[in-house]
C-alpha cells in the first residue's frame, strides 16, 4: 500500500484547515467567540481537537486568520470597484456603496472581526482591527482626498471629514449587519443612496468645524445643564 503524495497530502491538510475556519467562522459569529471551544470545533468537523492543534496553536490565531481574510476580501473588493470607475467621485461613491453590499452580504465574516472579543491575544480590539484594517483605510483615505482636490472641496486633505465619511458609511453597514432585513423600514439600497447623497450635500457645503467652535458648543451645553 502506497503513501499518498507530498502534494495530496499538501492538499489534504489545506482542506482541512479550510473546514476548521469554516466551522469556527459560523460558530463563532452564531454563538460569540467565547462560548466556542477548539473541541467544539474539531467535533463540528468530526476530528479530535488534537488535529486543529496541527493547524492552529489557539483560537485565537483562528480568530486572527479568519479576521485577515475577511479584511483582504474587503480590500479586494475596494480595489476591484474602484478600478471600474474614472472619475474620483464616482469612485467614492461605488466603493461606499461596495462596502456597506459586502458587509450585509458577508454577515458572518464581518461579525467575527468587528464583534469579536475586546482582548484579542493581549491587544485591544480596537488597535488590533486598526493594524490589520490600515490597508483598506489608506486606500480610502486617498480616495477621499483626491475627491476633495478633483472637486475643490472645502476642506482638502483633511482627516477628520474624511474619518467622518467612513465612520458614516461603516457605521450604516454595521447597523444593517445587525437588524437584518427590517420589511417595515424603507428599502436598503434607498437608505444607502440618501445616505452618499447626504454626506456629499455636507462636504461640499460645510468645512471642518474648527476645535474652538467645538469647544464653545461644548461648554453651552454644559452651562445648559446647570
Request: charged share 25%; proline share 5%.
Amino acid at each position: 500500500m502506497t503513501s499518498p503524495s507530498p502534494s495530496r497530502r499538501a492538499e489534504r491538510k489545506e482542506r482541512l484547515r479550510s473546514e476548521i475556519l469554516a466551522a469556527a467562522s459560523k460558530m463563532f459569529a452564531d454563538r460569540g467567540y467565547e462560548a466556542v471551544t477548539l473541541r467544539e470545533i474539531a467535533k463540528e468537523i468530526g476530528y479530535t481537537h488534537a488535529v486543529i492543534y496541527q493547524h492552529f496553536p489557539d483560537k485565537a490565531h483562528i480568530l486572527a486568520e479568519l479576521s485577515r481574510e475577511t479584511i483582504e476580501l474587503l480590500i479586494q473588493n475596494f480595489d476591484a470597484i474602484a478600478a471600474k470607475h474614472l472619475r474620483p467621485k464616482e469612485r467614492l461613491f461605488a466603493t461606499s456603496r461596495g462596502l456597506v453590499e459586502f458587509c450585509t452580504a458577508h454577515p458572518q465574516q464581518f461579525r467575527n472581526v468587528f464583534f469579536g472579543p475586546e482582548n484579542r491575544n493581549g491587544i485591544r480590539a480596537g488597535q488590533y482591527i486598526d493594524d490589520i484594517g490600515r490597508p483598506l483605510f489608506q486606500r480610502f483615505v486617498q480616495l477621499f482626498f483626491d475627491v476633495a482636490n478633483d472637486e475643490g472641496l472645502p476642506s482638502r486633505n483633511d482627516m477628520v471629514v474624511a474619518h467622518t465619511w467612513w465612520y458614516t458609511i461603516f457605521g450604516l453597514a454595521t447597523l444593517m449587519v445587525i437588524q437584518g432585513v427590517v420589511p417595515e423600514l424603507p428599502d436598503q439600497t434607498l437608505v444607502v443612496e440618501q445616505t452618499i447623497a447626504t454626506l456629499w450635500a455636507g462636504v461640499q457645503a460645510v468645512p471642518r468645524l474648527p476645535k474652538s467652535a467645538i469647544a464653545k458648543r461644548s461648554g453651552r451645553s454644559n452651562a445648559s445643564k446647570k
